[in-house]
């Protein structure tokens, strides 16, 4: 059953900019948060940013400045707007949301952001 669905991902030259989308479906039930990390080979996954109910972002120090999150009226889509993108970007990009009663995280099946020249 699919409950986070991401699109978006591709490969792009430094200084470029990608635009990630990831919808949830109402299976999952009332979302708290959602945010991305990213995981490259070897190395664990690590957050990236992430949103809160009332619109509340934060980000990593890496990304802050440079990447943009937000989400839909109805709370259950979100996008990650990635600016001046750098070959340390790289990686594969995964959707968080933490929702449902009792609350639980759910992830997405991971999108490819490739930054190279």
């Known amino acids: 059953q699919v409950q986070l669905v991401e699109s978006g991902g591709g490969q792009v030259r430094p200084g470029g900019s990608l635009r990630l989308s990831c919808v949830a479906t109402s299976s999952i039930g009332d979302i708290i948060n959602m945010g991305w990390w990213r995981q490259t080979p070897g190395k664990e996954r690590e957050f990236v940013g992430m949103?809160?109910?009332?619109?509340?972002?934060n980000y990593a120090a890496s990304v802050r400045g440079r990447f943009a999150i937000s989400r839909n009226s109805a709370g259950n889509a979100m996008t990650l707007q990635m600016n001046s993108l750098k070959p340390e970007d790289t990686g594969v990009y995964y959707c968080n949301a933490f929702a449902g009663a009792p609350p639980r995280s759910y992830w997405g099946q991971g999108t490819q952001v490739t930054v190279s020249s």
């Open positions: 949103i809160l109910n009332g619109g509340t972002t």
